[in-house]
T-cell receptor, first 112, second 113 residues
Framework: GENVEQHPSTLSVQEGDSAVIKCTYS??????FPWYKQELGKGPQLIID?????GEKKDQRIAVTLNKTAKHFSLHITETQPEDSAVYFC???????????FGPGTSLSVIP | EPEVTQTPSHQVTQMGQEVILRCVPI?????FYWYRQILGQKVEFLVS????????KSEIFDDQFSVERPDGSNFTLKIRSTKLEDSAMYFC???????????FGSGTRLTVV
């Protein structure tokens, strides 16, 4: 089955700096890669996703890049703000399955 | 914005008791899911449900677990005989289709004592 790895497990950045979280996946058939943000006491919330037919997608301060050859994808947050502090999960999905497999999560702390 | 609603937010139950966790998915969504998250760990897939039947389940989803969509709006997870290790946050999610992001509910914290 699919195995998603994510690093770092924790990340602290100064407000205004950029944060990068990286994920790797094992199954080359995976073709949909969402990112979720989980704030304390809440369920995961989809923040951005990318499909395998594109290499990069951007939404305001958030961007995701995908390298299908290397089987890794990354989340980039620019101009970080304290409200970006949360746990971020990457995930992978492939055609023959209909479930999202989550990575282990990255706890991001933005220091004011 | 449409939401996935889960009730109760917190459930405490004695070991061996049955619990039913309830979810109201977004009305026009077709795919439904249950995930669980043990404290401090990652979100784990339990089961997916489509067209009124289970489409996939994980190893965690053994005979003690069942899901049901009894009335076209609710989506329930039943644990027949709870164990201490069932203590976790249980999240319901729904999606309009494959390859679309899931909308998660806020979760039910299940504590088995």
């Amino acid at each position: 089955g699919e195995n998603v790895e994510q690093h770092p497990s924790t990340l602290s950045v100064q407000e205004g700096d950029s944060a990068v979280i990286k994920c790797t996946y094992s199954d080359s058939a995976s073709n949909y890669f969402p990112w979720y943000k989980q704030e304390l006491g809440k369920g995961p919330q989809l923040i951005i996703d990318i499909r395998s037919n594109v290499g990069e997608k951007k939404d305001q301060r958030i961007a995701v890049t995908l390298n299908k050859t290397a089987k890794h994808f990354s989340l980039h947050i620019t101009e970080t703000q304290p409200e970006d502090s949360a746990v971020y999960f990457c995930a992978a999905l492939k055609t023959s399955y209909d479930k999202v497999i989550f990575g282990p999560g990255t706890s991001l702390s933005v220091i004011p | 914005e449409p939401e996935v609603t889960q009730t109760p937010s917190h459930q405490v139950t004695q070991m061996g008791q049955e619990v039913i966790l309830r979810c109201v998915p977004i009305s026009n969504h077709l795919y439904f899911y249950w995930y669980r998250q043990i404290l401090g760990q990652k979100v784990e897939f339990l089961v997916s449900f489509y067209n009124n039947e289970i489409s996939e389940k994980s190893e965690i989803f053994d005979d003690q677990f069942s899901v049901e969509r009894p009335d076209g709006s609710n989506f329930t997870l039943k644990i027949r005989s709870t164990k201490l290790e069932d203590s976790a946050m249980y999240f319901c999610a729904s999606s309009p289709g494959q390859f679309y992001g899931y909308t998660f509910g806020s979760g039910t914290r299940l504590t088995v004592v």
